[in-house]
């Protein structure tokens, strides 16, 4: 590649990147001053910068921890997404086809059953559940003995959710106070979470984070095929474990606090690739980067169409939204090859 053109990508990738990070600020931003509840800028302002006022039960006890909580679930999500869909090859791959959603889902519904948890209080749960069900997933595909094969994970994770997703009809057909909680906690929603799981979750969080990261060269030499890879000297059973477990660890922290929000997996990293390229460096931090504004937009668009009544839970204002882009991406058949 000639210099001009090399600097003319350089540059575009730079527009990339102070675009994403203009859109987060602003997505921070309305997070905090917009709201079913109708405050001010300058009261906001006020609040954050001289704490001890009576608007604080609005600013630093609701705004302030559900803008917290929707950055980190939503950039987990989006990271998730582009690791699965790396490592599948497939370009309509979700976080939740490993089985991390269905298993947290069983969990805070046994738990309500047996234990008379509610769906505020269940996040624990939750995220035991999220990371047991991702290990018997991996447990089932190890017995193909083919790890460096996307299939049999693949096959292992739609079979344990179609199992578990079962267990949980039953369970919520069976007694009323477990439908209840699940239809709560179904949705997705950064309302009245319990903050007390946030310690556990951003422990996980890092953790797969770090691992994402550490799986990038590998996902970038995985494109290129198993053979090449191979070839490049990559240990295809390790990319695929080291990636499992940053999908899991992930995914369980952002189910663990939001619940099983769908669509931000599979829609961000579509729109991360578009705006910086393929390479796994940049993709995996620009696809959280597009989670987290996609996240806390729907959560401020929920909330403020809810007016002065009920929010609209973010899980409902993705599936909305997330179902047009699903149509958007699915029509276009470049891209069914990463």
Same mark, same amino acid.
């Given at each position: ?13 730079? &527009? ?15 997070? *905090? ?7 001010? $800028? &300058?009261?906001? /302002?006020?609040?954050?910068?001289? $704490?001890?006022? &009576? ?58 059953? *047996? ?29 193909? #003995? &083919? ?13 344990? %959710? ?10 919520? /057909? ?8 699940? #239809? ?14 946030? $310690?556990?979750? /951003? ?40 990636? /499992? ?36 460096? #940049?993709?995996? $931090? ?33 599936? %909305? ?10 029509? #276009? ?6």
């Amino acid at each position: 590649m000639s210099s001009p053109a090399l600097a003319v990508v350089r540059r575009t990738r730079m &527009d990339s990147w102070v675009l994403l990070s203009t859109a987060l600020l602003l997505a921070l931003l309305g997070s *905090l001053v917009l709201g079913s509840n109708q405050v001010a $800028p &300058d009261v906001v /302002l006020r609040a954050l910068l001289d $704490p001890g006022a &009576d608007i604080d039960a609005v600013v630093w006890g609701s705004r302030i921890p559900r803008t917290l909580l929707g950055l980190l679930v939503g950039a987990c999500l989006g990271v998730a997404g582009a690791l699965m869909q790396g490592q599948t090859g497939n370009p309509l791959a979700d976080p939740g086809l490993f089985g991390v959603s269905s298993g947290a889902s069983l969990a805070v519904v046994l738990g309500a059953h *047996l234990l008379g948890f509610n769906s505020m209080t269940a996040s624990m749960m939750a995220m035991g559940g999220a990371l047991v069900a991702s290990v018997l997933v991996f447990g089932i595909a190890t017995l193909s #003995r &083919d790890l460096a094969n996307p299939v049999p994970l693949a096959i292992a994770g739609t079979a344990v %959710t179609a199992l578990l997703n079962a267990v949980i009809s039953f369970l919520v /057909l069976t007694n009323a106070s477990s439908l209840e909680v699940y #239809r709560v906690w179904v949705v997705g929603s950064l309302g009245g979470r319990a903050l007390d799981s946030l $310690p556990p979750a /951003l422990v996980l969080a890092l953790a797969g984070l770090l691992l994402a990261f550490a799986n990038a060269r590998s996902l970038n030499s995985l494109t290129l095929g198993t053979e090449l890879a191979q070839g490049l000297g990559e240990t295809l059973w390790r990319a695929r474990l080291v990636g /499992l477990g940053a999908i899991t660890l992930t995914t369980a922290a952002a189910v663990a606090l939001a619940g099983p929000v769908g669509f931000i997996g599979l829609t961000a990293p579509h729109a991360a690739r578009a705006l910086v390229g393929g390479d796994h460096f #940049r993709l995996l $931090p620009a696809s959280g980067l597009v989670g987290a504004v996609t996240l806390l937009v729907c959560d401020t668009v929920g909330r403020v169409i809810g007016g002065g009544q009920a929010e609209v839970p973010v899980g409902v204002v993705l599936a %909305t939204l997330g179902g047009v882009a699903f149509i958007a991406i699915v029509r #276009r058949t470049k891209l069914a090859a990463l």
